[in-house]
């Protein structure tokens, strides 16, 4: 069975980095008005990244022959890693596109609305951090277990 902080250390920086660059691009294109409909499309493209880092995570981790337990254990462990880098880069684009908003409010005169509506981001931002890491974690352990059994 994998231990799991063999796991961690053998998955985490690969997550995280993947895990980043998809915040950005899915941070830089939200914050853009009208262009941010693009996310409709893009959110089921996260999952399959999710279920990849897994995957991915896995194949490096492993180095061959998995077992379907320890597939699921390092996915697992590589997707709470993606969850987690992946919902803070939520709560920083949300503090950045609520001071957009407010500065754009402010000079429209609507700041309170716009300062009740920043704050309402980035506090959604912060009770979905641990719902990432959940699914995240869930995703990416489907992503071991598939790598698992296409290497038996």
Do not use: H, R
């Amino acid at each position: 069975m994998a231990d799991i902080g063999k796991a961690f250390s053998a998955t985490w920086k690969k997550a995280a980095m993947i895990a980043l660059v998809w915040g950005i691009i899915v941070g830089i294109i939200g914050l853009v008005p009208v262009v941010n409909l693009i996310l409709l499309i893009l959110a089921p493209v996260g999952l399959i990244i999710a279920i990849a880092v897994g995957y991915l995570c896995t194949q490096d981790a492993s180095k061959g022959k998995t077992e379907l337990v320890d597939g699921a254990i390092i996915g697992a462990v590589a997707g709470v890693v993606f969850g987690i880098v992946g919902g803070i880069m939520g709560i920083v684009f949300s503090v950045i596109g609520a001071a957009l908003g407010f500065g754009i409010a402010g000079v429209a005169g609507n700041a309170g609305t716009a300062a009740v509506g920043g704050a309402i981001g980035v506090i959604g931002s912060v009770i979905a951090l641990p719902i990432a890491a959940i699914l995240g974690a869930v995703l990416a352990a489907i992503g071991g277990i598939i790598y698992a059994a296409t290497k038996k």
